[in-house]
């Protein structure tokens, strides 16, 4: 397998979600308002005069951030916190991060855990520094809250969460927010095959993909192409992707039911519309994310 930068260094892409979740935050229009509060802590200091400064952020949103990916970000992240909750308030008793990058949901949320316990997997490059960061804030971490350090491409997704202390058999959540497009079909296919056979039925993941004429580069949806070169320059490309219409055979054939499927518009309509006032800002075109349920009698 060829070496990627990103198995090597702390993930850019990574950088760019806390970034952009930073600047939600500080959003004047409710509809585009984040609610990652936390995300800040993680910026170095010349990306904290970006965010201080309105001229400064409004630029680099508007002339150096891919059409779209801002308010993809913002979208989904939204939608990834009200699943988290829903698993929570479901009483959940286990939640797995995979490709954690600076998420910052078992902080944030702490208030509203009842007990399940959080893994959050990323490979070292990225994780290290996060928890470096954390300890230098003095930000306490939760008790439920446990780090596996990971390469998904080349290490057993099994043994790492199993060493963790993952119990089998366990009403689970998994959240893999902007993981699937980085891996091989073979690595994504085993992580479905691991929820599947060791979560209670019920369990539930949630991931976004590509389509797959993105990786064909037809230049067919809203923000392709700079997207597509952006990643393919941070030396982070694409490798994966679903063919658009095809989300439910591929997850049912894997033994999921899909609960909810949310295309680049339906992600406007649902998380950046107020009431009687549509978005004015389009989502970037080349992402979906889909909502799943572990459903053992289809295989």
């Known amino acids: 397998m060829t070496n990627r930068t990103i198995e090597h260094r702390t993930s850019s892409t990574a950088g760019y979600t806390c970034f952009s979740r930073a600047c939600a935050t500080r959003e004047k229009d409710e509809r585009f308002r984040g609610p990652d509060t936390m995300a800040k802590i993680f910026l170095p200091g ?35 916190d009200t699943v988290f909750l829903e698993a929570l308030d479901n009483r959940f008793t286990q939640v797995v991060v995979l490709g954690a990058g600076m998420d910052t949901r078992a902080l944030r949320f702490e208030d509203r855990n009842p007990g ?10 990225t994780q290290q520094p996060k928890l470096e960061i954390l300890n230098r804030k003095g930000v306490t971490l939760p008790e439920a809250l446990v780090f596996v350090p990971i390469d998904f491409n080349k290490q057993s997704l099994s043994e790492a969460l199993h060493a963790a202390g993952f119990v089998e058999n366990q009403k689970t959540l998994f959240l893999w927010e902007g993981v699937t497009m980085y891996l091989t079909a073979e690595a994504v296919d085993a992580t479905l095959a691991f929820i599947r056979e060791n979560c209670a ?35 982070e490309g694409w ?61």
């Open 116 to 125: 399940a316990r959080i893994f959050e997997l990323d490979i070292p490059a």
């Open 239 to 299: 490798t994966f992707a679903i063919e658009e219409g095809e989300i439910e055979g591929f997850l049912s054939g894997r033994g999921f039911k899909v609960e909810a499927h949310y295309t680049p518009p339906e992600l406007e309509k649902a998380f950046l519309t107020g009431e009687n006032l549509p978005s004015p800002r389009p989502v970037n075109g080349t992402h979906c994310i889909v909502v799943a349920s572990v459903n053992k009698n289809v295989l």
């Open 46 to 80: 010349f990306a904290k005069v970006i965010l201080y400064v309105p001229p400064f952020r409004r630029f680099f949103m508007k002339r150096i951030a891919p059409s779209g990916i801002y308010e993809y970000v913002i979208a989904r992240t939204k939608l990834f």
């Open 201 to 235: 039925e019920g369990s539930r993941v949630v991931f976004d993909y590509i389509y797959g004429s993105v990786l064909r580069q037809e230049n067919k949806y809203y923000g392709e192409k700079e997207i597509f070169n952006r990643v393919s320059k941070a030396g």
